[in-house]
C-alpha cells in the first residue's frame, strides 16, 4: 500500500514538473518578446495549457506577464481570484515591486467587474506599499487607475486629488512621459467643471513635455485635448488646427479626433464640414461605442438640415446599433462567466488535489516516523537486555575472580583450610563458569550481528544475499567468544567435517530450515539434509535435543576450573 502511494505521488510530481517546465518555457519566450511585441507574447502566454494547475510559483509568474502584456494592448486583465491567488504567492516570495504591480492589476480587475469597494481595497493596499518602499513609479500608476475609478462614481475633485498625486510619483520616478499624461489627465478634469485657462496651461505644458520627447503616440493624445479645449474657448481655428496634428501623428487611432472635428463643426452649424468628418469616423477603433456614436452624429446632422426622413433613419440605426452593442456585451458577458467558472473549478480541483498530497504526504511521513520510532524503540529495548546481561556478566565475573582469590589465599595461609573448604569454592566457581556461559549464549541473540543475520533469512527483498567469508569471520569470532571450546566438547565421537562445523554454528542462530537455506545459498530440503548428517555425527538422530542446545550442554558439562 505505501509502495503505491509513493508511486502516485511520484507521478504526480513528475507530470506536474514536466507540465511546469513546458509553461515555463512559454513564459521565458513571451518575456523576452514583450517590451516589443506585447500581441505576440499575448499569444504566446494565452497558449499555456489550463495555466490554474501550474505550481504556485509558476502561477504567479504567468499572471504577471499577461497582465503586462494585456495592459500594453489594452485587454482585459485576468480574473480576480486568479489574481488573488498570484497575489498571496508574491506576499510570501515576492519583492515588494512585483506586489505593488499585482495588486494594482486585482484593482483593475475588479473595477472591470463593477466591484468597486473591493477595487479601492485593493489600490489603497498596494499604493500603502508602493510609498513605504519608495517605489514612486508604481504608486502613481496606482494613483491614476484610483483617479479612473473616481471618474466611474462621479467624485470629480476625488479624481483630480489623485491625478495629482500620480503626477507628483511620477516626476520623482523620473517617468517624464507618464507626468505629462498625468498633466493632461488633470487638464481634462478642470475642462469639466469650466476652468478652460487652468486647463490650458496644463495641457500645454504637456504638450511641451512630449513634444521635447517626440513620442507620437503622446502627442497625438495632447494634441486631441487641446482642440478640444481651443473648441471651448470658441477658438475654431486653433481647435482644427489641433485636431488635424493629432490626426498626422496618431493614424491608428483616428475615429474620436474625426469625431471631434465633425461635432465642432456641427456645433458652428457648418453642416457639410460635420458630414464630411463624420464619414471619416468609419475606422477601426478600440472603442466599441464608435460606430453608434457616429450614427447619433450622422442623426443630428440631418436633423439640423431638416432633413427628417435621414435623421429617423440614422436615429433606427443607432438604436439596433445600441440594442447590438448590448446583446453583444451580454454574450460576452455570458462567455466570460463561463470562463470564470471553469476557471474557478480547476482551480478548486487544484486545491483539493494538493490537499490530498499534502495528507497523503502527511500520512507517509507518520508512518515514516512511526517507523523510525519503533525501530529506535525496538533498538533501545535490545540495547537494554545486552546491558543487563553485561551487568550479570559482570557479576559473574567479579564473582569469579573473587572465588579463585579466596582460594589462593586459602592456599597461602592454612592447608587444613583449604581441603576442608576448597571443593566448596571450586564448586560455586563452576557454578559461576556456566552462568557466565548461558548469559554470554544469551547475549548473543541481542548482537546486532544475529539480528541482521535473522532479518535477512527472513526477509524475501534480500533473497539470495548469501553469508559471505566476511559474515562467516564475524558469526565465529562471536560465538567463539561466547562459548570458547565447543567443539572440544563435542568432539568425542568423532571429527566433524566443515559443513557440519557450519551447521553448529548457524544453530546458535535458532533458525527455521528454510531461513538457513537462504543464509547458505541452497535450498531447504539440501539444509534439511545437513541438519540430519549434523545431528548423526552428534549422536542425536534418536532425540529431540536440538544442535544447539546439545552443544551448550556439552560444553556446560565440560567446564572445569
Not at 122 to 147: D, Q
Not at 427 to 437: H, N, S, V, W
Request: hydrophobic share 40%.
Amino acid at each position: 500500500m505505501k509502495n503505491i502511494v509513493v508511486f502516485v505521488l511520484l507521478s504526480i510530481a513528475f507530470f506536474s514538473c514536466r507540465e511546469n517546465q513546458v509553461a515555463s518555457e512559454q513564459m521565458d519566450r513571451a518575456e523576452t518578446l514583450l517590451p516589443v511585441y506585447p500581441d505576440s507574447a499575448y499569444v504566446i502566454l494565452e497558449g499555456v495549457e489550463l495555466p490554474d494547475k501550474l505550481n504556485e510559483r509558476q502561477f504567479a509568474r504567468w499572471c504577471m506577464l499577461y497582465c503586462r502584456a494585456a495592459d500594453k494592448l489594452f485587454k482585459d486583465m485576468l480574473y480576480a481570484e486568479q489574481l488573488d491567488r498570484a497575489l498571496g504567492w508574491y506576499k510570501s516570495h515576492g519583492t515588494a515591486e512585483e506586489q505593488a504591480w499585482i495588486g494594482l492589476y486585482l484593482g483593475r480587475s475588479f473595477v472591470e467587474d463593477k466591484l468597486f469597494i473591493p477595487a479601492t481595497k485593493a489600490y489603497s493596499e498596494a499604493l500603502n506599499l508602493a510609498k513605504k518602499k519608495h517605489l514612486y513609479n508604481v504608486a502613481g500608476y496606482i494613483c491614476s487607475y484610483m483617479a479612473d475609478l473616481y471618474t466611474y462614481t462621479g467624485q470629480g475633485s476625488e479624481e483630480r486629488r489623485k491625478y495629482e498625486e500620480a503626477a507628483d510619483y511620477f516626476k520623482k520616478a523620473g517617468n517624464i512621459r507618464s507626468y505629462a499624461f498625468a498633466l493632461r489627465d488633470i487638464s481634462i478634469t478642470w475642462v469639466f467643471e469650466d476652468s478652460l485657462s487652468l486647463a490650458l496651461e496644463l495641457m500645454l505644458k504637456a504638450d511641451s513635455i512630449v513634444t521635447g520627447m517626440n513620442d507620437s503616440v503622446g502627442i497625438a493624445s495632447i494634441a486631441n485635448g487641446l482642440g478640444n479645449i481651443y473648441e471651448h474657448l470658441d477658438q475654431i481655428d486653433k481647435a482644427k488646427s489641433y485636431f488635424f496634428r493629432s490626426l498626422a501623428y496618431d493614424t491608428t487611432e483616428q475615429a474620436p479626433t474625426y469625431m471631434a472635428l465633425s461635432h465642432m463643426f456641427l456645433n458652428s452649424n457648418l453642416l457639410d464640414s460635420a458630414r464630411f468628418y463624420i464619414e471619416n469616423t468609419n475606422l477601426k477603433s478600440r472603442n466599441p461605442y464608435v460606430y453608434s456614436d457616429r450614427l447619433y452624429t450622422k442623426y443630428m446632422i440631418e436633423e439640423e438640415s431638416n432633413n427628417p426622413l435621414e435623421a429617423l433613419q440614422y436615429l433606427e440605426q443607432y438604436c439596433e446599433a445600441q440594442d447590438s452593442l448590448y446583446d453583444v456585451q451580454k454574450q460576452v458577458d455570458i462567455i466570460d462567466a463561463e470562463k470564470r467558472h471553469n476557471s474557478l473549478t480547476v482551480l478548486q480541483q487544484n486545491q483539493k488535489l494538493y490537499s490530498t498530497i499534502y495528507a497523503l504526504s502527511g500520512l507517509i511521513l507518520v508512518i515514516f516516523l512511526t517507523g523510525i520510532l519503533f525501530h529506535l524503540y525496538k533498538d533501545r529495548k535490545r540495547l537494554d537486555k545486552i546491558n543487563k546481561q553485561q551487568l550479570l556478566l559482570d557479576e559473574k565475573e567479579l564473582l569469579l575472580t573473587k572465588l579463585e582469590s579466596e582460594i589462593k589465599q586459602n592456599e597461602i595461609v592454612n592447608l587444613h583450610i583449604v581441603k576442608k573448604e576448597t571443593p566448596q569454592i571450586h564448586e560455586k566457581m563452576i557454578q559461576a563458569k556456566k552462568e557466565i556461559l548461558m548469559l554470554k549464549c544469551e547475549k548473543l541473540q541481542y548482537s546486532s550481528l544475529f539480528q541482521e543475520l535473522k532479518e535477512r533469512a527472513n526477509d524475501k527483498k534480500k533473497y539470495g544475499q548469501t553469508l559471505s567469508e566476511q559474515d562467516w569471520e564475524n558469526l565465529k569470532e562471536q560465538i567463539d567468544s561466547a562459548c570458547p571450546n565447543w567443539q572440544t566438547a563435542i568432539q568425542d565421537v568423532e571429527t566433524l567435517k566443515k559443513a557440519e562445523i557450519e551447521t553448529c554454528y548457524l544453530s546458535f542462530l535458532n533458525i527455521s530450515i528454510k531461513s538457513e537455506a537462504m543464509l547458505l545459498g541452497i535450498n531447504p530440503d539440501s539444509a534439511n539434509k545437513r541438519r540430519l548428517r549434523t545431528r548423526q555425527a552428534l549422536k542425536l538422530t534418536n532425540t529431540k535435543i536440538g544442535i544447539y542446545e546439545h552443544i551448550v550442554k556439552k560444553t556446560w558439562e565440560n567446564i572445569t576450573i
